[in-house]
C-alpha cells in the first residue's frame, strides 16, 4: 500500500540531490563549515526526533549525550593516545549504557518530570565535564586530535562535508527503517496511547529505553565527530542551552518527521549567520521567525508543508467543519 | 472448561471496596457479560484482569496460570485482549496502523532487522498491512482502511478498537462498554459484530450499559453491586432474580428491556 506521508525513496534522494548540488553554490570554506555544523546537529536531532517526535518522551538533557561522546574521544585520543574510532565507539557505547541505566526509572516520569529529570541529567552530565579539570581541561576545554582512519587524516571542511553528509543520508535511512517497521510502530503506540500500547502486547518500559539509548548513541557519535572536526571542545558547547537548542530545531522542523528533523536543523543552524547583518537586532529577529513559524504551523515545518501540499482538500474540510 | 478464574478478589482504593470478595469463573467459548449499576466495579474488574491495576487480595487464574502481578503487555502475550470503554485510539496514526499495533506480538519485533531492512521486513509489514486491512473489513470498517484515525467518527473509533483488539488473536477478548454512546441502529450493529466474533471461537467478555444487548446476545452474565457478586447466570436467570430487580433494575426495567 502506498503511503505518500513515508516518501522513502523520494526523500532520500531528494536529499542526497541536495547535499550533492549544495557546494555548487558555495563561494568559500566558511559555507562548508556552516553546512557541515549543520549536519551534525541533524544527526542528533533525528535521534532526538524518535525519542520526541514518534514516542512522545521530552529530553532537555541530549547535549550531556553529545558531551558525553565528544569528551570520550578528546579524553580518550589525548590522555590515553587511543585511536579515534576506538574512542568513539567506546565512548557510544558508554553513553548508550548510561542511557540504558537511567532509562528505566527516568522514562517513567511524564511531561514535566521527565523534563526536569533529563534537565537535570544533563546539568549533572556539564558539571562533571566542568569539574574535572584534570581529565577535561574545566570551563576552558580541551583541544581534539584530528581525525585519522587507516593512516589518512580527514582534514579540510571540504572532505568533512562529504563524509558528514554520507553519515547524514545513513542516519537518516535508519531512522525511517525503525520508523516502517514493528518497532517503529510500537514507538508511535507508546505516544498515542500507553494503556492501549500495554494491552496490544507492547512493552512500553522496554521501547522507552530503546529509543532513549538510540537517541543517546546518535547525539554520542555526533558529538565525537563534531569535537574531531572543530578540534576543541568546551563544557559550554554541551551544556544546557545546547539542549534547549536541540529541542528547538525537533519541534520547528516538526515532530514526528525525520526530514523535518534535519531541516530544522539545517534552518537552526543557517539562520544565526544570515541575521548577523542585522546585528543587535538579530536575536529580535531571531526569535520572532521562531514564534511566528510556531504560531502559524504548530505541527513544525514539514509536516505543516506536507499537509498543505498534500491534503489540500482534506484540510478545508477540517477548517470548515471546526 | 474454564478460562478465567477469579477466587476472592478485592480491591481497595482509600478505604472504598471498589471489588470486594468476588469470584467467578468464565468458561471457554461462548459470550458472557458482567453488568452492574454505575460505580459497581465492573471497569476496575476489568482493569484487574488485565493487570492494569494490582489486587488488594486474592486470585486471578488464566488457563489455570495465576497471572496477578504480571503486567498488560505480559497478559496479551498469554492471549488476553481487551477495548475501552473511554477510546484509547492511537491518534498520531492512520485506522490501519492502529490494528497493526495489534498485530505487535505476530510480527518480528527485533531492532536490527528493522534497522537495516533486513529478514524480509518490508515483504512482513505489507503482509501485516493487508492482514490488518481485513481486519477492517470484518468489523465493518473497510471504508477507512486508507483512514487517519482522527478523521474518523466515533462509532467507527469503538469498531477500531475492537479491529486492534481481535488483531492480536487472543483466546479471550474484554469489551469495555462497546455500545456506549452509539445509536440504537449502531447498537444492533455490534451486536451483531459480537456474535460474529464469537463464532470465530473467541470466548468474549463484555461490560454493558445496554441492557437490550446484554440481555440478547450474552449466553451468561454476571450482575455486580457495590463491588460484590449479585447474581449469575443465564438472561433468564437473571431477569428473574429478585435480588437483581430490587438492587439494580427495578420491577420495571426488566420486563420492558430499556436501558439504565
New interface residues.
Given amino acids: 500500500m502506498h503511503r505518500l506521508n513515508s516518501p522513502r525513496t523520494g526523500g532520500l534522494m531528494a536529499l542526497v540531490a541536495v547535499i550533492a548540488v549544495l557546494p555548487l553554490f558555495f563561494p568559500n570554506n566558511f559555507y562548508f563549515d556552516v553546512a557541515i555544523l549543520a549536519g551534525f546537529n541533524a544527526i542528533v536531532c533525528i535521534g532526538l526526533n524518535l525519542l520526541i517526535g514518534y514516542a512522545g518522551q521530552i529530553s532537555l538533557g541530549h547535549a550531556g549525550f553529545l558531551g558525553l561522546g565528544a569528551y570520550s574521544s578528546a579524553v580518550l585520543t589525548t590522555h590515553l593516545g587511543w585511536p579515534p574510532f576506538l574512542a568513539m565507539a567506546v565512548g557510544a557505547v558508554a553513553t548508550g549504557l548510561l542511557a540504558f541505566l537511567v532509562a528505566r526509572p527516568i522514562l517513567k516520569l511524564k511531561g514535566h518530570y521527565l523534563a526536569m529529570a533529563t534537565l537535570g541529567l544533563g546539568i549533572i552530565i556539564s558539571i562533571v565535564m566542568n569539574q574535572e579539570e584534570e581529565l577535561t581541561g574545566g570551563p576552558d576545554g580541551m583541544t581534539v586530535p584530528p581525525l585519522t582512519a587507516f593512516g589518512y587524516e580527514i582534514y579540510g571542511e571540504q572532505i568533512w562535508y562529504w563524509v558528514v553528509g554520507v553519515l547524514l543520508v545513513f542516519c537518516v535511512w535508519l531512522a525511517l527503517n525503525i520508523i516502517e517497521s514493528p518497532v517503529g510502530r510500537s514507538l508511535k503506540a507508546v505516544h498515542g496511547s500507553e494503556v492501549a500500547a500495554e494491552v496490544s502486547g507492547v512493552d512500553t518500559g522496554h521501547y522507552k529505553a530503546l529509543v532513549f539509548v538510540i537517541s543517546a548513541v546518535f547525539a554520542s557519535l555526533a558529538g565525537s565527530l563534531g569535537a574531531h572536526y572543530t578540534g576543541f571542545v568546551t563544557p559550554a558547547d554541551v551544556g544546557f542551552f545546547k539542549s534547549i537548542e536541540l529541542v528547538t530545531m525537533v519541534v520547528l522542523g516538526g515532530m514526528a518527521s525525520t526530514y523535518g528533523a534535519v531541516i530544522g536543523a539545517a534552518i537552526l543552524t543557517v539562520l544565526p549567520q544570515l541575521l548577523t547583518q542585522f546585528e543587535e537586532y538579530e536575536h529580535m529577529i531571531f526569535g520572532l521567525i521562531l514564534m511566528l513559524v510556531m504560531i502559524f504551523m504548530p505541527k513544525g515545518l514539514v509536516p505543516s508543508l506536507i499537509g498543505k501540499i498534500l491534503n489540500r482538500p482534506a484540510a478545508q474540510q477540517e477548517d470548515a467543519a471546526s | 472448561m474454564s478460562l478465567l478464574k477469579v477466587e476472592n478478589l478485592s480491591k481497595v482504593f482509600g478505604g472504598v471496596h471498589a471489588v470486594e470478595d468476588l469470584s467467578f469463573t468464565i468458561n471457554q467459548g461462548k459470550i458472557h457479560s458482567i453488568i452492574g449499576p454505575n460505580g459497581a466495579g465492573k471497569t476496575t474488574l476489568f482493569n484487574l484482569i488485565?493487570g492494569?491495576y494490582t489486587p488488594t487480595q486474592g486470585r486471578i487464574a488464566f488457563d489455570d496460570k495465576d497471572i496477578v502481578g504480571l503486567?498488560?503487555?505480559q497478559?496479551?502475550?498469554l492471549g488476553m485482549?481487551?477495548t475501552?470503554q473511554n477510546l484509547?485510539?492511537?491518534?498520531?496514526?492512520s485506522a490501519?496502523?492502529n490494528v497493526?499495533?495489534?498485530l505487535?506480538?505476530h510480527?518480528?519485533?527485533r531492532?536490527f532487522?528493522?534497522?537495516?531492512?533486513l529478514g524480509g521486513?518490508a515483504a512482513k509489514?505489507?503482509q501485516?498491512?493487508e492482514e490488518a486491512?481485513d481486519l477492517m473489513r470484518f468489523v465493518g470498517l473497510g471504508q477507512y482502511v486508507?483512514s487517519e484515525s482522527s478523521?474518523m467518527p466515533y462509532g467507527a473509533l469503538k469498531r477500531l478498537?475492537i479491529a486492534?483488539?481481535m488483531?492480536?488473536k487472543s483466546r479471550i477478548l474484554l469489551l469495555d462498554e462497546p455500545a456506549a454512546g452509539l445509536n440504537p441502529s449502531e447498537t444492533a450493529e455490534i451486536d451483531e459484530l459480537i456474535r460474529k466474533i464469537s463464532e470465530t471461537g473467541v470466548t468474549v467478555v463484555l461490560v454493558e450499559h445496554d441492557m437490550h444487548l446484554v440481555m440478547g446476545i450474552s449466553d451468561h452474565i454476571l450482575v455486580l453491586d457495590y463491588g460484590k457478586k449479585l447474581a449469575e447466570g443465564t438472561a433468564r436467570e437473571v431477569r428473574a432474580n429478585p435480588d437483581v430487580i430490587a438492587a439494580y433494575l427495578g420491577s420495571g426495567a426488566i420486563g420492558g428491556g430499556h436501558a439504565a
Fill in positions: 488485565t492494569i503486567a498488560p503487555y497478559l496479551a502475550a485482549s481487551r475501552f484509547q485510539i492511537f491518534f498520531n496514526m490501519l496502523e497493526m499495533v495489534g505487535h506480538l510480527l518480528d519485533r531492532l532487522p528493522a534497522l537495516f531492512r521486513i509489514e505489507s501485516a498491512e486491512a486508507g478523521s478498537e486492534r483488539a488483531a492480536a
